[in-house]
């Protein structure tokens, strides 16, 4: 884990969020990377669990505040129909990926 080896590895909030913006597809794709992110996040137990500890106390204070709020407004837009996905099953992808991250 290099997220704490420098901010240029902490703006991956940032990164994934402009690939959010491309197409619906993106937007589900870029709600994985931030699932599977928080859940490489979580503390393991064994002989490293305090570095661990601290890169997951370094992202719950930094990265986790954005992905929450991403996941919030994408299930307020989902439930208002202000994203527009043509097809169905993209759109259940990304209520049940949205759902599976919040």
């Known amino acids: 884990l290099a997220w704490l080896e420098g901010p240029q590895h902490q703006n991956i909030t940032e990164r994934v969020g402009q690939f959010l913006q491309s197409s619906p597809l993106h937007w589900v794709l870029g709600l994985e ?26 992202f719950r ?11 919030i407004q994408t299930l307020q837009q989902l439930s208002t129909g202000a994203i527009n996905v043509a097809d169905k099953s993209e759109e259940r992808r990304l209520t049940k990926q949205v759902l599976q991250l919040s």
């Open 33 to 58: 990377i931030y699932t599977d992110l928080t859940t490489d996040m979580q503390p393991s137990i064994g002989p490293s669990m305090s570095r661990y500890r601290r890169t997951a106390l370094s």
């Open 61 to 71: 204070d930094t990265a986790l505040p954005p992905i929450f709020t991403i996941a």
